[in-house]
């Protein structure tokens, strides 16, 4: 079997969300979002390890909010940077030598499960990554804006567009190279480093309970997520 690491970045602050503290922090039913995000990675029995990346500042907190839960496969908590690239970049390069394949998961998607998990790795290595994504199911329009006023530019097909997820699983060397090649810029996930690099990624098909907490409605979601979940194990 090959060695996975996990790398489970977490710095956001809670700016969106009106909050002081790292979003990973806050808590849903009394628990911090990211312990429920490494419950899951933490007893997946592909994952050898797990490096979380944290705001410096609230370091300690997290490494003592982690500890008390006595995860067995939190190798380290560690600083991140200014942006999220940077952050998975540092982990990058903390993770063992034995590492083969990585999976980055936002520490903010608390309801992935060990099946969704699976999927995304077993896709992976096949070629050189997968990620997760769902179809987009709206209407999409791009737009422009006009004297402070917002205006339909056109309304874009919505048949190839998918809305994509955490977990991303991609082999060590490659994520690692692409991350040093494009240090100096800034993209929204790691799956776009590798494409530009022109490797195909794998799309699988996540789930549309796997949600990023990042606005206020998030959390009473989430809240209402946890109890479906408890009664019905989705």
Known sequence: MSFISAVIPAGGYGLRLGKRIPKALLKIDNKPIIIYTLEVIDIHPQIDEIVVVVPSDYEELFKEKIKSFNFKKVKAVIKGGLTRQESVRRALINLSYD?????????????????????????????????????????????????????IERTVKRDKLWQIQTPQVFKKELILEA??????????????????????????????????????????????????????GI
């Open 179 to 232: 991350h040093r090649r494009f240090k100096d810029r800034s993209f929204t996930d790691d799956a776009v480093l590798l494409e530009k690099l022109g490797y195909k990624i794998a799309v699988v098909e996540g789930s549309y309970f796997n949600i990023k907490i990042t606005y206020p409605q998030d959390l009473v979601l989430a809240k209402y997520i946890l109890r479906l979940k408890k009664i019905y």
């Open 99 to 151: 590492s083969e394949w990585v999976l980055i998961h936002d520490g903010v998607r608390p309801f992935i499960n060990l099946k969704l998990i699976s999927k995304v790795i077993q896709e992976a290595k096949k070629g050189e990554g997968a990620v997760l994504g769902i179809p987009i199911d709206s209407t999409v329009k791009r737009i422009k804006e006009n004297k402070n006023r917002l205006f």
